[in-house]
């Protein structure tokens, strides 16, 4: 089975400007969360989807958007990018909540706000 | 109150040694998971070890224990016989009822040859 797949890879952009990213998940995986990742924050929850329909969210401003397509593939939107911004995103994709089904994380998405 | 808290923000183990990597969690479900996860330079995050709240034996997988201390409400990390190539950031999660997962903010582990 392919893995978590997350791209682009690394970005550039400059403040002001919006960033989709998007995230393939593992085959049969219906449940999509992304995380933001900066140094001594640790990774802080974005949002979760779920069959196209967002589960949870985190407390990120209204900037920070996403939505899940109907093949579980999903993407994530940043408005008006602030410095603050740059930040490694890590998606995780799960089979299902019972037991020991595991988040898996694909690569990140690397984005440099300049 | 932080949900998962992880105490050491950087250790160091020599090699072939083992090392403990801490982490305490806080929750009032009854049903929860613990999760540990390792991340290299690479980025990308690494499952390493699952512990059920219910699991009445502490989990191991191969070099990776997980010592569980329900009433203390402890999930450390032990690491036998380090390698080199375990020199990464280490977090500990949790899932909860409500299937959210919630992350500490790590450790940094570094072997030393």
């Known amino acids: 089975k392919a893995g978590v797949t997350q791209t682009p890879r690394y970005l550039i952009k400059t403040r002001g400007q919006q960033v989709t990213l998007s995230c393939s998940p593992i085959s049969g995986h219906r449940s999509v969360s992304w995380y933001q990742q900066t140094p001594g924050q640790g990774l802080q929850f974005l949002f979760e989807y779920f069959s196209e329909t967002q589960r949870n969210k985190g407390n990120f401003p209204g900037r920070f958007s996403g939505r899940q397509f109907s093949n579980s593939r999903s993407e994530m939107n940043v408005s008006t990018l602030e410095l603050g911004d740059s930040a490694l995103y890590l998606c995780?994709?799960?089979?299902?909540?019972?037991?020991?089904?595991?988040?898996?994380f694909g690569a990140g998405s690397r984005l440099t706000v300049l | 109150a932080q949900k998962i808290t992880q105490t050491q923000p950087g250790m160091f183990v020599q090699e072939k040694e083992a090392v403990t990597l801490d982490c305490t969690y806080d929750?009032?479900?009854?049903?929860?998971?613990l999760f540990w996860y390792k991340q290299p330079s690479s980025g990308e995050m690494i499952f390493l070890i699952y512990?059920?709240?219910?699991?009445?034996q502490n989990a191991t997988e191969g070099r990776y224990s997980l010592n569980f201390q329900k009433a203390r409400k402890s999930a450390n990390l032990v690491i036998s016989a380090s390698q080199l190539g375990d020199s990464a950031m280490y977090f500990c999660a949790m899932r909860e009822r409500s299937n959210q997962f919630y992350f500490g903010t790590g450790t940094s582990l570094t072997v030393i040859p």
């Open positions: 995780a994709s799960i089979e299902g909540f019972s037991g020991a089904n595991v988040l898996t």
């Open positions: 512990q059920g709240s219910y699991d009445q």
């Open positions: 929750t009032s479900d009854p049903s929860y998971g």
